[in-house]
């Protein structure tokens, strides 16, 4: 089993930074790709970043491309997502995931992911 727990949501305003963080215990961090997801109100979970065991491979949904960051610290067991945005339809709850992989090739189907944080919220002001 993995343990995930985001932290860093709250409330920013548009042209506001933020940074969110993950942090995973159970297993050895580093055999697992790790990724990122959003909920908006009323809407499905869907993906907005990955990045792969090592860091070296990211990918981003067109959406946040030049907006948002994925990185990860293996050392430090966390993974985390920097967002510097204008955008207030960023309003979600943000989920990280992770999938045991070491591949370079990254997905973003919910399913492809085996263990879940329980979000965190970013309400982004106008």
């Known amino acids: 089993q993995v343990q995930l727990v985001e932290s860093g949501g709250g409330l920013v305003q548009a042209g506001g930074s933020l940074r969110l963080s993950c942090a995973a215990s159970?297993?050895?961090?580093?055999?697992?790709?790790m990724a990122w997801f959003r909920q908006a109100p009323g809407r499905e979970r869907v993906f907005v970043a990955a990045?792969?065991?090592?860091?070296?491979?990211?990918y981003y949904t067109d959406s946040v491309k030049g907006r948002f960051t994925i990185s990860r610290d293996n050392a430090k067991n966390t993974v985390y997502l920097q967002r510097n945005s204008r955008k207030p339809d960023d309003t979600a709850v943000y989920y990280c995931a992770a999938r045991r992989s070491f591949s370079s090739r990254l997905v973003t189907g919910r399913e492809e992911y085996d263990y879940w944080g329980q979000g965190t919220q970013v309400t982004v002001s106008s």
């Open positions: 990045i792969s065991w090592g860091g070296r491979n990211t």
């Open positions: 159970g297993r050895t961090f580093s055999d697992y790709a």
